[in-house]
């Protein structure tokens, strides 16, 4: 069922479990949670988010997953975060001094769960966190913690300058860098 207007309102400012396991191929990381997922307690969960379907279509786990499934992630190899841990309506209710200190603690994180490679989905939130104002979509030369570094565009149904299209194919560059790929695994167990 899905939040009422009350819910998301009151999901404001709240915040969402990371999801992690051990030996992560990929820590995605989004900017912060929308109300909906707040709300719901699942990442990307807001209706029209592209964040699932291009999971699936990139080749980076077998079948599309439902926000709810996020806890299957970590079989795949794949974890979810995010920059900025308090939900907003609108990413750019963000700071810049939180989106700073977001990245100091994505930093930390990272290096703690030591994922192979952080990717990080949207371009203008990574410039500002990371003080990288010429960040283009792609990889990355530097590494955050430890971490292979890639910048994916937003899935965000908001996000007009990436149609389903152009946003699989920059996830399916990322997915093709794994050398085991996560959607290569069954579901629920790593090789």
């Known amino acids: 069922m ?93 700071t810049p001094d939180e989106l700073r200190e977001g990245g100091a603690r994505l930093a930390r994180l990272v290096a703690e769960v030591r994922p192979r490679v952080l990717a990080i989905a949207g371009v203008s939130a990574y410039r500002v966190a990371f003080a990288r104002p010429a960040a283009r979509i792609g990889p990355q030369e530097e590494t955050v913690g430890g971490a292979a570094l890639w910048v994916l565009p937003n899935p965000s149904g908001l996000n007009a300058h990436f149609d389903l299209d152009r946003l699989t194919a920059e996830y399916a560059r990322l997915r093709r860098t794994t050398p085991d790929s996560p959607a290569d695994r069954p579901e629920g167990g790593r090789p």
């Open 2 to 94: 899905a939040p009422t207007k009350a819910d998301l309102e009151a999901a404001r400012n709240a915040t969402i479990d990371d999801v992690l396991g051990p030996e992560l191929d990929v820590l995605f990381c989004g900017i912060n949670p929308s109300l909906y997922s707040a709300a719901t307690g699942h990442h990307f969960a807001r209706p029209g988010n592209r964040f699932w379907p291009v999971l699936h279509l990139s080749g980076l786990v077998p079948r599309r997953l439902a926000p709810s499934e996020q806890h299957l992630l970590p079989s795949y190899g794949l974890g979810i975060t995010n920059i900025v841990a308090r939900a907003t309506a609108r990413a750019d209710e963000l």
